[in-house]
């Protein structure tokens, strides 16, 4: 069964640096940084968040002449580290590692404290990359029709660890739920290194990873891969397919970029985009990021701005038909 969901046309600009006035003094970033810049996560450190941020922060701070610090403040999905972001100065000193779980918070949290779309001005995408499905040996499924069967045989007895109640992984099983209309039973944990620890130990029975957390399992044969999620199958794993190859429409990528609050400076903006840009034009940064398993996005701030209001739109609609809450 394939779920279809109409995605609305974006006819509007993000608001920020890129789409809505500002009265910034001509030449005010021409100075800028001439202090310490923090990147604010929203995950702990460890994962491929904040080694995105590390990555992008060492670039910046050898090529700027300043120190780009990486400030860890996990919870509540991400919807606290952007929460400190939108209410910080528009000074160009604190910025946000944006990801998809911010868009997946813009409709999950019924009544936030601020408008992610209105108050982060979008500067530049990072990295964008697929997660994978894997399952625990255990289950006899070596392929999506063989577990799609498999599933459909055993309804709600199949066991999905989850990294988390809006999470990359939660939202990849909704998605696949909604496609298939197969009865899985999601087991949210408090992060993705715990739910892989289970699933290592066959307490669970399938998850959908980070492809760099997965690798080292899937390579000593402790975890079986499926598929990736992207429509392009990942370098890291060029022989396991798609999901949609078997699944057509079935996209999930997990994806980064950087974002300021509104009203900064479009000076400061435009210097910070040229300086990204620039740093994941750097055959070393390249080579990182396929290690990741991932894919370079960089562009305009208006092309990062297309990405949120996308993916918001995207998961805003799963998260109404899955009627998902925050716990």
Known sequence: MRFLYKRRNVIAMLGGAAASPIAARVGWGQGYPSRTV????????GGAADITARLISVWLSNHLGQSFVVENRPGAGTHIAAEAVA?????GYTLLLVSMAN???ATLYERPDFDFIRDIAPVAGLIRGPLVMVLNPSVSASTIPEFIAYAAENPNKINVASA????????AVELFRMFTALDLFVVQYRGGAPALTDLIAGQMQVMFDNVPTSLEYIK????????VTSTARSESLPD???VSEFVPGYEVSSWFGIGVP???SAEVV???????????????????VVALGSSVIAGSPPAFGNVIVEETAKWGAVIRAANLKVE
């Not at 000593?220 to 598929?227: G, K, V």
């Not at 435009?270 to 990182?288: E, F, G, H, M």
């Open 103 to 105: 868009a997946v918070n």
């Open 164 to 171: 988390g109640n809006g999470t990359p992984s939660h939202l």
């Open 240 to 242: 396991v397919p798609t």
């Open 270 to 288: 435009v210097k910070l985009n040229a300086a990204i840009n620039s740093a994941l034009a750097d055959p070393n940064i390249q080579a990182r």
């Open 220 to 227: 000593s044969s402790r975890i079986r891969p499926l598929a």
């Open 262 to 264: 509104r009203n900064t």
């Open 38 to 45: 923090r990147i604010i996560v929203g995950f702990p450190p």
């Open 87 to 91: 209410k910080s100065p528009a000074d």
